[in-house]
């Protein structure tokens, strides 16, 4: 198994910064990708940014620009800054990792950490 331990949600005033962290920890394997989504009330989970093994990056439409991914390997964690934040990246943000141990893949996630901007 696999925990994902999240910190650094909170209040923060549109156009503040937020760093989100999440550290993976248990019989992680190989982390092929981790990453954050959000989810804000009333709409479908969403994609914000993930990073892969390889330090590609794949980031959602709404925050391309503002936010950056990034990981380290040596502490199996996964870092999303968010800068410029506006209104509607209010949600509620989930770690989501993928790892292969064993030659199983597998795909976990965070229990969720709330971000809220307001003006």
């Known amino acids: 198994q696999v925990q994902l331990g999240e910190s650094g949600g909170g209040l923060v005033q549109a156009g503040g910064s937020l760093r989100l962290s999440c550290a993976a920890s248990?019989?992680?394997?190989?982390?092929?990708?981790m990453g954050w989504y959000r989810q804000a009330p009333g709409k479908e989970r969403e994609l914000s940014a993930y990073i892969t093994s390889g330090g590609s990056t794949k980031y959602g439409d709404s925050v391309k620009g503002r936010f950056t991914i990034s990981r380290d390997n040596a502490l199996n964690t996964v870092f999303l800054q968010m800068n410029s934040l506006k209104l509607e990246d209010t949600a509620v943000y989930y770690c989501?990792?993928?790892?292969?141990?064993?030659?199983?893949?597998?795909?976990?996630w965070g229990q969720g950490t709330q971000v809220t901007v307001f003006s």
């Open positions: 989501n990792v993928v790892t292969l141990r064993l030659g199983v893949r597998r795909e976990y």
């Open positions: 248990g019989s992680v394997g190989s982390l092929i990708a």
